[in-house]
C-alpha cells in the first residue's frame, strides 16, 4: 500500500555531497519510522542511518560525522544529506520505513564515489 520512492543517487568524486530524497505515498508517513540502508557487491546490506516518528536520529559508525538523516513529513518525504564522500561510500542505497506490522522497502538508487 506504501510506496516508496526513492531520487538523488549518481556519481560524484571523492569529496564530494550528495542528497538523497526518498518519497513516500499514502498518508500513514507520520507513522513510519524511516532508515537507509546500503548494500555494496559483496557486502550486507547494512543500516547507514535511522530516523524515528519523533525525529531521533542514529547513524552506522562508518557514516556518523558525514550523513545526515532527516525527514519533512509535511512533504511525506525524507532525505539524507552525504558529505565527505568516499569510494566506500559506493553501494545501492535503500529507503526504509516501519511500522509494528508492517515494512516498505524503495527500488534502490545507485551511490558511486569514484574520482
Known amino acids: 500500500q506504501v510506496q516508496l520512492v526513492e531520487s538523488g543517487g549518481g556519481l560524484v568524486q571523492p569529496g564530494g555531497s550528495l542528497r538523497l530524497s526518498c518519497a513516500a505515498s499514502g498518508s500513514t508517513f507520520n507513522f513510519l519510522a524511516m532508515d537507509w540502508y546500503r548494500q555494496a557487491p559483496g557486502k550486507s546490506r547494512e543500516l547507514a542511518a535511522a530516523?524515528?516518528?519523533?525525529?531521533?536520529?542514529s547513524y552506522a559508525d562508518s557514516v556518523k560525522g558525514r550523513f545526515t538523516i532527516s525527514r519533512d513529513n509535511a512533504k511525506n518525504t525524507v532525505y539524507l544529506q552525504m558529505n565527505s564522500l568516499k569510494p566506500e561510500d559506493t553501494a545501492v542505497y535503500y529507503c526504509?520505513?516501519?511500522?509494528?506490522?508492517?515494512?516498505?522497502w524503495g527500488q534502490g538508487t545507485q551511490v558511486t564515489v569514484s574520482s
Open positions: 530516523i524515528t516518528r519523533s525525529g531521533g536520529t
Open positions: 526504509h520505513g516501519s511500522l509494528v506490522g508492517y515494512e516498505f
